[in-house]
Nanobody, 112 residues
Framework: QVQLVESGGGLVQPGESLTLSCAVS????????VAWYRQAPGNQRELVAT???????NYLHAVEGRFFASRDDAKNTAYLQMNSLEPADTGVYYC??????WGQGTQVTVSR
């Protein structure tokens, strides 16, 4: 069964960085476009970034210049590097690929 496993979240202070990973297990073919979402308490899940099979990335305006999506197809893994984190970035972060169920997400908390 193909699964998404997110990791790398944690508790950080404003201005610090985290890098999230999204591993696709149980799949031998190369991964397609990857989307990163986040969901803050009481809010709807919002799209934060996407990265295409060719490596083109797009970002939510609020994270442009601070977040960077990348991928390592040899490892079937995608990454989201998050710099200059702000309290508004707090939430559960998920990756999503077409046709694969949502994973459990990874919690990111930005607080003093």
């Amino acid at each position: 069964q193909v699964q998404l496993v997110e990791s790398g979240g944690g508790l950080v202070q404003p201005g610090e960085s985290l890098t999230l990973s999204c591993a696709v297990s149980g799949r031998s073919s190369s991964i397609s476009s990857v989307a990163w979402y986040r969901q803050a308490p009481g809010n709807q899940r919002e799209l934060v970034a996407t990265i295409s099979r060719g490596g083109s990335a797009n970002y939510l305006h609020a994270v442009e210049g601070r977040f960077f999506a990348s991928r390592d197809d040899a490892k079937n893994t995608a990454y989201l590097q998050m710099n200059s984190l702000e309290p508004a970035d707090t939430g559960v972060y998920y990756c999503k690929l077409l046709g694969i169920p949502w994973g459990q997400g990874t919690q990111v908390t930005v607080s003093r």
